[in-house]
């Protein structure tokens, strides 16, 4: 079945590179997404990237999708304290207008100053 | 948050009871669905609807029933809650069209079954 994996945690110091991994093994996945989760929070939508695409950026945040590995990456550049929150991976499953959603496990990241 | 509200926020009940924890909307967004969240398991479905009273089973169903009367309302219903149902739920909607379809969440019901 489907299935997505990331590592658990990830520390960094402020103003360096944060880079969060995720695999995934639905090869149909047409998007695949990034949320953020802060403490007694719901998750909020980072940013997403289209299957056909290997390269996206939004500001601080870069996500590489490496079809062939099925490996997604986030990488967000001079991470900041408020950074620090739980990052999950995501991929659609089924037709692409259910919006049913895989998601990894998260991974925190701690951002030390 | 994208016009969805949960409730309650916090729920205490006793092993064996009924619980019924609701989610409404006002984005008339076509799709609503209901996550569990536990530690080392990231957002699991738990069931989903695709329109008023069509709804179908996600990854971890058993256990849990739910209902969708109004475009609205999602109600997810634990007939007779156990401890392994304590978690932090989770409801979520996406408007269902064809190609990006990113699902938008409300801010958790944490339920303790005690």
């Known amino acids: 079945g489907e299935d997505v994996e990331q590592s658990l945690f990830l520390s960094v110091r402020e103003g360096d590179s944060s880079v969060i991994n995720c695999t995934y093994t639905?090869?149909?996945?047409?998007?695949l997404y990034w949320y953020k989760q802060e403490p007694g929070a719901g998750l909020q939508l980072l940013t997403y990237?289209?299957?056909?695409?290997d390269m996206k950026q939004d500001q601080r945040l870069t996500v590489l999708l490496n079809k062939k590995d099925k490996h997604l990456s986030l990488r967000i550049a001079d991470t900041q304290t408020g950074d620090s929150a739980i990052y999950f991976c995501?991929?659609?499953?089924?037709?692409?207008?259910?919006?049913?959603?895989?998601f990894g496990q998260g991974t925190t990241l701690q951002v030390k100053p | 948050d994208a016009g969805i509200t949960q409730s309650p926020r916090h729920k205490v009940t006793e092993t064996g009871t009924p619980v019924t924890l609701r989610c409404h909307q006002t984005?008339?967004?076509?799709?609503m669905y209901w996550y569990r969240q536990d530690p080392g398991h990231g957002l699991r479905l738990i069931h989903y609807?695709?329109?008023?009273?069509?709804?179908d089973k996600g990854e971890v169903s058993d256990g849990y029933s739910v209902s969708r009367s109004k475009t609205e309302d999602f109600l997810l219903t634990l007939e007779s809650a156990t401890s392994s149902q304590t978690s932090v739920y989770f409801c979520?909607?996406?408007?269902?069209?064809?190609?990006?379809?990113?699902?938008?969440f409300g801010q958790g019901t944490r339920l303790t079954v005690v």
């Open positions: 979520a909607i996406s408007r269902g069209d064809v190609g990006r379809n990113e699902a938008f």
């Open positions: 639905d090869s149909s996945s047409t998007y």
């Open positions: 990237i289209f299957s056909n695409m």
């Open positions: 995501a991929e659609s499953i089924g037709s692409s207008n259910t919006g049913k959603l895989i």
């Open positions: 984005e008339n967004h076509r799709y």
């Open positions: 609807s695709y329109g008023v009273k069509d709804t």
